[in-house]
């Protein structure tokens, strides 16, 4: 490459009298790529951290591997229990019961999903509480009958810390006018807030003993959670836990559990990505255009090239440095207003809603309730990559082009 290549390529570049039009369609494809990368790089961005922020929230209160009996309920839970604290890979394992409930605050009443657990292992509850205090281990019936719940479901029932609510079990009990459901009063110590709108609104929990002395079940328990010290190694883990147990034991791990919906999750990010890069493959085609219409408006500078020695390879270096130019700018710049607005996106979302007085995501609609962004370099590199080749494979034709120009058939009429 020499001196007088780039020289060139840079002056054809600017728009001079005569030949505007071709130079704006040459900076506007820059332009078009750079909005396509800037755009790619945030909606993936979002799209990722919408995906992880799901995931984190749904396994925030749930569990790894779950296993339960051959019915709603069992009782060989504590030799199952013993028997996968021994696995590989399971951090904990806990206990729990989990039936269907009605609660009933003065003249409210919704249906939720009451959960009993061991409160003496599980501490996974403390770091979601808002209000109150986390539940204690009921002792010579001291507080036994006390709940957490949802920050949601204690709007809906207009209940605060201190107030009783009144959980109806599913299950019947004999009275002296015949059966009915099972009632009791809950004092509510905490309200949790763990930033997934389903578990806010929809799940009590209290401890195991009072659950089970609600339902009269004994000393039986619905399943046992399985947390991992890798969330990743979760179908090898359940694997494992189905050799151990008897076949009469259902292992799911929280992928298979939640399948579908990230599933749906990865292939809806394929197709934005596929879609969005269309953007970029449109500012290619006008790139192409602009730069095959600069060969036409330059057959005579061309020539005169070819005339005074310029080679057939340094005719092609011209155009390709045209082409390199304009794609590496634009790919430069949208790559770096993608990554700027993506590592400000959540602060920009919060100040629009502010000003507007609108909400973009809301909790009782969505998952969640906020747009966050987490940005994955690997896809950030393989973006610019990508975009960078598409440019310089973009100016092979209009270089070719150029430099098969015949000077004697361009300067004849001259």
Do not use: C
């Not at 409210?108 to 509850?125: N, P, V, Y």
């Amino acid at each position: 490459m020499q001196k007088f290549e780039l020289l060139l390529a840079f002056r054809y570049l600017r728009s001079q009298r005569g030949e505007r039009f071709a130079s704006l369609i040459g900076w506007s494809s820059a332009v078009g790529m750079a909005m396509g990368v800037m755009t790619l790089i945030v909606v993936m961005s979002v799209m990722n951290g919408v995906a992880t922020e799901i995931r984190d929230k749904i396994l925030g209160f749930s569990s790894h591997v779950e296993i339960q009996g051959p019915g709603d309920t069992f009782a060989e839970w504590r030799e199952w229990l013993s028997t996968v604290k021994k696995l590989e890979h399971v951090k904990q394992a806990l206990p729990y019961i989990s039936t269907q409930t009605l609660a009933n605050h003065n003249h409210q009443s919704t249906g939720a999903i009451l959960k009993g657990i061991d409160i003496e292992h599980d501490t996974t509850i403390v770091n979601f509480i808002s209000k109150g205090r986390a539940l204690k281990s009921p002792t010579n019936n001291k507080h036994l009958f006390e709940a957490v719940i949802g920050k949601d479901l204690a709007h809906k029932l207009s209940v605060s810390v201190g107030d009783q609510v009144r959980l109806l079990s599913p299950s019947s009990g004999i009275s002296p006018i015949g059966a009915s459901p099972r009632m009791r009063a809950f004092k509510i110590v905490g309200i949790f807030d763990s930033g997934f709108y389903e578990y806010d609104v929809g799940l009590i929990l209290t401890s195991m003993q009072a659950v089970q002395r609600l339902s009269r079940l004994g000393d039986e328990a619905t399943g046992i959670e399985l947390h991992l010290d890798d969330r990743d190694d979760a179908a090898n883990v359940a694997q494992n836990v189905r050799a151990a147990l008897p076949t009469s034991a259902w292992v799911t791990d929280w992928q298979h559990r939640h399948q579908s919906f990230f599933q749906a999750l990865k292939m809806e990010r394929t197709a934005m990505s596929i879609i969005l890069f269309l953007i970029v493959l449109v500012a290619i085609f006008n790139m192409i255009s602009s730069l095959v219409m600069v060969v036409m408006e330059k057959r005579k500078e061309i020539a005169i090239l070819k005339t005074i020695g310029a080679s057939h390879h340094s005719i092609i270096r011209i155009f390709l440095l045209m082409g390199m130019i304009l794609s590496s700018l634009g790919t430069l710049s949208g790559v770096l207003a993608g990554v700027v607005l993506s590592l400000n996106l959540e602060a920009i979302v919060a100040w629009i809603e502010k000003v507007s007085h609108t909400t973009f995501l809301s909790g009782d609609v969505y998952y969640i309730d906020h747009v966050p962004a987490i940005m994955d370099i690997s896809f950030v590199i393989m973006v610019a990559s990508t975009s960078l080749l598409m440019g310089i494979f973009a100016t092979l034709y209009p270089a070719w082009r150029a430099a098969k120009v015949p000077p004697a058939e361009a300067l004849r009429y001259e």
